[in-house]
């Protein structure tokens, strides 16, 4: 099972976990890259036991990368992520 969520993560299956892995960008220019292009690939960011652990995961990596100065800017940016995620997955698991 594959579940997108946006352009930047994707959630996927084995046979005990979800897995939730988020888009990186290969930059041709580091020293580690051994091609000329460009790649995006898929990195492991998490293992889960249950999809509202993903959800809640992805609902704290949002706010810490966030830019909130105040807890008013802070509840709108909480309400935004949880909206956004309930569209994305489809309200399969009740956030928060």
């Not at 946006?6 to 005990?16: A, E, I, Q």
């Not at 036991?49 to 802070?74: P, Y």
């Not at 309400?79 to 009740?94: D, F, M, P, S, T």
Request: charged share 35%; with cysteine; hydrophobic share 35%.
């Amino acid at each position: 099972m594959e579940i997108k969520i946006g352009d930047k993560y994707l959630v996927v299956t084995d046979k005990y976990n979800w897995i939730l892995k988020e888009k990186r960008i290969i930059d041709p220019k580091h020293h580690f890259s051994k091609s000329d292009d460009s790649a995006e690939r898929w990195v492991d960011i998490g293992y889960y036991t249950k999809l509202e652990h993903i959800v809640n995961s992805l609902l704290e990596k949002e706010l810490k990368e966030s830019e909130c100065n105040s807890i008013r800017e802070l509840k709108e940016t909480i309400l935004h992520i949880k909206n956004a995620l309930k569209i994305e997955v489809g309200e399969i698991v009740k956030v928060g």
